[in-house]
T-cell receptor, first 114, second 113 residues
Framework: NAGVIQTPRHKVTGKGQEATLWCEPISGHSAVFWYRQTIVQGLEFLTYFRNQAPIDDSGMPKERFSAQMPNQSHSTLKIQSTQPQDSAVYLC????????????FGPGTRLLVL | GEKVEQHESTLSVREGDSAVINCTYTDTASSYFPWYKQEAGKSLHFVIDIRSNVDRKQSQRLIVLLDKKAKRFSLHITATQPEDSAIYFCAASSDYNQGKLIFGQGTKLSIKP
């Protein structure tokens, strides 16, 4: 079992550019979560999917952030018109089921917006 | 909304002693409380969890206690070893949030020889 896979591991973008982050959940897991980690804000929930359907995006910054899960094997987090304050480690996690099952985290994508 | 407070930002204990990290939460509907370990430069690694139907859970050297009345839970690491050094995060979720984790700020645990 390879665990949750995230690509790229590091990404540097210029202000105003677009960034797309990829996540491959553990095979057979039905729930996929996205979190963001910064020194100042700590770990923040962004959004999650259950069986590919979006369930809760209450943590997503409005307008520029979007997430999709086109199939059971991957999810994407897209940030349009990136800003320096978007710099963070973006973590993807998956769980066997959605309801308070153990979430297993990927290695994260470190995004730096210059 | 739900908040989780982690009381110790740093903690230093001597190797072989016990370490205790305390967290409190605000939402009385919280019912699931996992703990994660993050080593330098790495991601979150699940270590242990507890659900609201019990008040104690142990896995080898790790013990989690839950006091629902006080809305407090704690991680006890017994017989600490150098490899226990890391940042530990507590988290909570409620039935209505269905898995969405609210994290504490993290406790940096250092094990001194």
């Amino acid at each position: 079992n390879a665990g949750v896979i995230q690509t790229p591991r590091h990404k540097v973008t210029g202000k105003g550019q677009e960034a797309t982050l990829w996540c491959e959940p553990i095979s057979g897991h039905s729930a996929v979560f996205w979190y963001r980690q910064t020194i100042v804000q700590g770990l923040e929930f962004l959004t999650y999917f259950r069986n590919q359907a979006p369930i809760d995006d209450s943590g997503m910054p409005k307008e520029r952030f979007s997430a999709q899960m086109p199939n059971q094997s991957h999810s994407t987090l897209k940030i349009q018109s990136t800003q320096p304050q978007d710099s963070a480690v973006y973590l993807c996690a998956s769980s066997l089921d959605f309801n308070q099952d153990t979430q297993y985290f990927g290695p994260g994508t470190r995004l730096l917006v210059l | 909304g739900e908040k989780v407070e982690q009381h110790e930002s740093t903690l230093s204990v001597r190797e072989g002693d016990s370490a205790v990290i305390n967290c409190t939460y605000t939402d009385t509907a919280s019912s699931y409380f996992p703990w994660y370990k993050q080593e330098a430069g790495k991601s979150l690694h699940f270590v242990i969890d507890i659900r609201s139907n019990v008040d104690r859970k142990q896995s080898q050297r790790l013990i989690v206690l839950l006091d629902k009345k006080a809305k407090r839970f704690s991680l006890h690491i017994t017989a600490t070893q150098p490899e226990d050094s890391a940042i530990y995060f507590c988290a909570a979720s409620s039935d209505y949030n269905q898995g969405k984790l609210i994290f504490g700020q993290g406790t940096k645990l250092s094990i001194k020889p």
